[in-house]
């Protein structure tokens, strides 16, 4: 249902610029908020911001007479330069799955009645939905308190091969100031991590994106890519468990060492004996050594190691248990 979990997608939601600041000052304020929270948001990610729906970013009346291009003219550079640099799509990418756009195109979306409260009344909202089908987010213009929720119902409608009208509600992600970042951004870890249980075999492909708090040797892809289904199930539980552990050391500098959840240190006789099976490259490419295990089941493990110097854990194998004096 989603798009490439690399990408960030921002949509515009073009129903938040239809009602307009009574003055200048006030519309450039909500400009300066949106695209400040966007700044945050993407912090230091690709993004990308589509623009599907009418008015376009650029044509949107922040205040009678007063345009986001009148805006672009008297920003700071920086502001402006971003802008600028992600706004490149004008409909919906043509770089996501034919189905995915395929489903954009055979659909409509509009703000449920509970939203916009216009009884009967269809109002169609296509940049919220195409960011519901891009897992992405709506950003919005705070022209009206509806367009702050950082959560905006829809319902999708559509027709099916015997032309019979059918409909779900779904849900859209929304930004409009900086103080929603934080809590988007965990409901965009949920919602990827849930899609990574249904389908755990897209772990090596999405695990930067859903274990942000950990690194990754270069070795870990090849070793997923030869474990079985439901071990890889298990794997994702248990890298959510280091993540968390990771982020909580980070926020408390008081911590010298990080509490690891059912972590252990390999013997002193295991790693005179076996140490150079825990030797993998690590992000760099550099062999180092990763003695630390966590347990998957009986026959796998995660062997990881944690660097003080920056606050990090990294894993560097995921697979069948391996050899210690005990075990082999």
């Not at 129903?15 to 912090?43: C, K, N, W, Y």
């Not at 922040?62 to 802008?83: F, I």
């Not at 900086?178 to 899609?195: A, H, I, T």
Request: charge should be neutral; hydrophobic fraction near 40%; include cysteine.
């Amino acid at each position: 249902m989603t798009s490439d979990g690399s990408q960030l997608w921002l949509v515009f939601n073009e129903l938040s610029a239809r009602v307009s600041a009574p003055v200048i000052h006030q519309g450039r304020r909500r400009m300066d908020e949106m695209v400040f929270a966007v700044a945050t948001m993407m912090a230091g990610r690709s993004a990308t911001l589509v623009m599907v729906g009418e008015p376009n970013l650029w044509a949107a009346e922040l205040a009678p007479g007063y345009t986001v291009t009148n805006w672009l003219s008297e920003t700071d550079r920086d502001r402006k330069s971003l802008l600028l640099r992600i706004a490149s799509k004008y409909d919906f990418p043509e770089e996501v799955d034919k189905a995915l756009r395929d489903r954009f195109y055979l659909s409509e979306f509009a703000i449920s009645q509970e939203t916009h409260g216009e009884a009967g009344n269809r109002v169609e909202a296509k940049g919220l939905g195409a960011a519901y089908l891009l897992a992405g987010i709506g950003i919005s213009l705070r022209s009206e308190d509806r367009w702050c929720r950082i959560r905006i119902p829809l319902q999708r409608m559509w027709f099916d091969e015997d032309s019979q009208e059918q409909s779900d509600k779904v849900e859209a992600l929304n930004l409009s100031r900086f103080s929603q970042v934080e809590d988007l951004s965990e409901l965009r870890l949920e919602r990827s991590r849930r899609e990574l249980r249904d389908d755990p075999l897209t772990l090596a492909d999405r695990k930067h994106e859903c274990f942000p708090h950990l690194g990754f040797g270069r070795d870990v892809d090849g070793h997923l890519a030869v474990l079985p289904r439901e071990i890889l199930g298990v794997v994702v539980g248990k890298l959510v468990a280091l993540d968390a552990a990771s982020r909580t050391w980070r926020l408390d500098p008081t911590k010298i060492f990080p509490e690891l959840p059912k972590c252990h240190d390999e013997s002193k006789p295991t790693m005179q004996q076996f140490g150079d099976q825990r030797r993998f490259r690590d992000p760099n490419g550099d062999s180092v050594s990763y003695r630390l295990h966590a347990m998957v089941g009986s026959a796998y493990r995660i062997h990881l190691r944690v660097i003080p110097a920056t606050r990090g854990i990294e894993i560097g194998y995921i697979g069948r248990h391996l050899d210690t004096v005990r075990y082999h």
